[in-house]
């Protein structure tokens, strides 16, 4: 059946050191969400794309993250460079945007910055 | 500013029980309410949406209420499993489809015990 996929499951890393986190959306869906939990904040929304085209970073720290999809089934997250604080899941969601409301989540990436 | 309150934090059950779950919000202007579950090391999976217009909508034994006058919602459980155990988030969206802003609550932890 068809699943959003999350590449790593886990990552840990030092401070400093540039981690990728890549999602691959359910095929057709044309709205790629980014999101980052913690136990402190819950559930943040980071960023999002519709048809590969940004509508909203506002919940990402702009200096050291940025999002992109290079094409319609990859959407990467990117940390340059990382900090202690970065550590949390990352989760990847994916939706049709066709009057819908729905969104379909990855596994996540477990991510800690030692 | 929008905010998305639960409660409680958590609740502990015997299975078999019913329990209910609150969302109380004041984000504005209102599109969608939605409920996750989510198990412990995986993503939000989606147990009901609703619009403006829906008062209530059952999925299997959750049933979710809404009422858009008071912007309060709650999550009915009905005849308790042990595969409830997780936690339950409430998303209020506004603007449009299954993008625009979303408030998340913090969740309530469910655990429901034999």
């Known amino acids: 059946d068809a699943r959003v996929t999350q590449t790593p499951r886990h990552k840990v890393t030092e401070m400093g050191q540039e981690v990728t986190m890549r999602c691959q959306p359910i095929?057709?869906?044309?709205?790629v969400f980014w999101y980052r939990q913690t136990m402190m904040q819950g559930l943040e929304l980071l960023a999002y794309f519709r048809n590969r085209a940004p509508l909203d970073d506002s919940g990402m720290p702009k200096d050291r993250f940025s999002a992109e999809m290079p094409d319609a089934t990859l959407a990467t997250l990117k940390i340059q460079p990382s900090e202690p604080r970065d550590s949390a899941v990352y989760f990847c969601?994916?939706?049709?945007?066709?009057?819908?409301?729905?969104?379909?989540f990855g596994p996540g990436t477990r991510l800690t910055v030692t | 500013k929008n905010q998305v309150e639960q409660s409680p934090q958590s609740l502990i059950i015997l299975e078999g029980k019913n329990c209910t779950l609150q969302?109380?919000?004041?984000?504005?202007?209102?599109?969608?309410l939605r409920w996750y579950k989510q198990d412990t090391g995986r993503g939000p999976v989606s147990l009901t949406i609703m619009t403006f217009s829906e008062n209530t909508k059952s999925n299997g034994r959750y049933t979710a209420t809404l009422d858009a006058d008071t912007k309060q919602s709650s999550l009915h459980i009905t005849a308790s499993q042990l595969s409830d155990s997780a936690s339950y988030i409430c998303?209020?969206?506004?603007?449009?489809?299954?993008?625009?802003?979303?408030?998340f609550g913090d969740g309530t932890t469910l655990t429901v015990k034999p």
């Open positions: 969601a994916s939706g049709t945007g066709q009057g819908s409301y729905e969104q379909y």
């Open positions: 095929l057709g869906h044309n709205t």
């Open positions: 969302c109380n919000y004041t984000v504005s202007p209102f599109s969608n």
């Open positions: 998303v209020v969206s506004e603007g449009d489809t299954n993008a625009g802003k979303s408030t």
